[in-house]
């Protein structure tokens, strides 16, 4: 599946809501969203600019993908068909 063009950090992290993370602060352009999920807190720092490029949302849903267990495959189906 393609990775969104238009996909900007605040929409990234209402996607990201649905597991477990929360915004937890901003400094600067760049919020920080956390997830204690599986017993362990995971830290995720997102650019808040407009348009996100690919390889860093790529970097980001990577990590996030690790962290959850599941593949990217699944982790890009899951958010971005619904």
Do not use: C, N, W
Not at 28 to 54: D, M, N
Not at 62 to 69: F, I
Request: hydrophobic content about 40%.
């Amino acid at each position: 599946m393609k990775l969104p063009r238009d996909l900007d950090g605040k929409k990234l992290a209402a996607l990201l809501r649905a597991y477990g993370y929360e915004i937890t602060r901003q400094t600067g352009s760049h919020l920080r969203l956390t997830s204690a999920r599986k017993g362990r807190e995971h830290h995720v720092t997102l650019p808040a600019h407009k348009e996100l490029s690919v390889g860093t949302l790529h970097s980001i849903l990577r990590e996030v993908a690790k962290y959850l267990e599941m593949g990217l495959s699944v982790l890009l189906d899951d958010l971005f068909r619904r």
